[in-house]
């Protein structure tokens, strides 16, 4: 099984946010940090961005483990928790809250997930850039599918996640700069 295979394993099942160090393979082909790259660029439809506050943005995940799972992470460039200066906490904490709030309305999940891991032995995918995953959870989307053909279900693109959320982001009036697609 290489690694691939084994992110796609149903050993991930109880922890959706390793899935994404496939992202790190990507890292690691190209020597880049995709957060920091979304940062200092205008295409925010081409890079999933969401919204943006003065110490963090939010975006969706390339390598979803559902439909809307998001990412809320510094804009800095910095690994470790205890890096992050106490307003970015608390912006982050803001930005995890509005999440759910609007994937409530979004995507109507059952749950969700919010988590961090810190260290790539805590199965950090994106070692270099501290992040937040919010994944929304459903009944049963941990399915035989998955546990048969190990593949996952996201019934929805993520270019129409990107309107749906950014659209509910608007309609609840949050405090952040959405992203402009169009
Ligand atoms: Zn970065």
């Given amino acids: ?102 994937l409530k309305h979004a995507v109507h999940a059952h749950g969700y997930n919010i988590g961090v891991n810190l260290g790539v032995a805590a199965g950090a995918g994106l070692p270099g850039h501290l992040h937040w995953h919010v994944v929304p959870r459903w009944q049963g989307d941990t399915n035989y599918l998955e546990a048969l053909a190990q593949v996952r279900m996201v019934p929805i693109s993520l270019e129409q996640l990107q309107v749906l959320i950014t659209d509910a982001a608007r309609e609840l009036d949050l405090p952040w700069t959405i992203a402009e697609l169009s």
């Fill in 1 to 102: 099984m290489d690694s691939r295979d084994k992110a796609l394993s149903n050993e991930n099942i109880w922890a959706p946010w390793r899935t994404e160090y496939i992202a790190s393979i990507t890292e690691r082909q190209e020597g880049a940090c995709f957060v920091c790259e979304a940062r200092d660029s205008d295409d925010d439809a081409g890079n999933l961005v969401l919204w943006r506050g003065p110490n963090a943005i939010a975006m969706l995940n390339r390598f979803p483990y559902t439909g809307g799972h998001t990412l809320i992470c510094p804009n800095a460039h910095v690994a470790d928790i205890l890096d992050v200066d106490e307003e970015t906490s608390r912006e982050i904490s803001r930005m995890c809250r509005d999440m759910v709030e609007v």
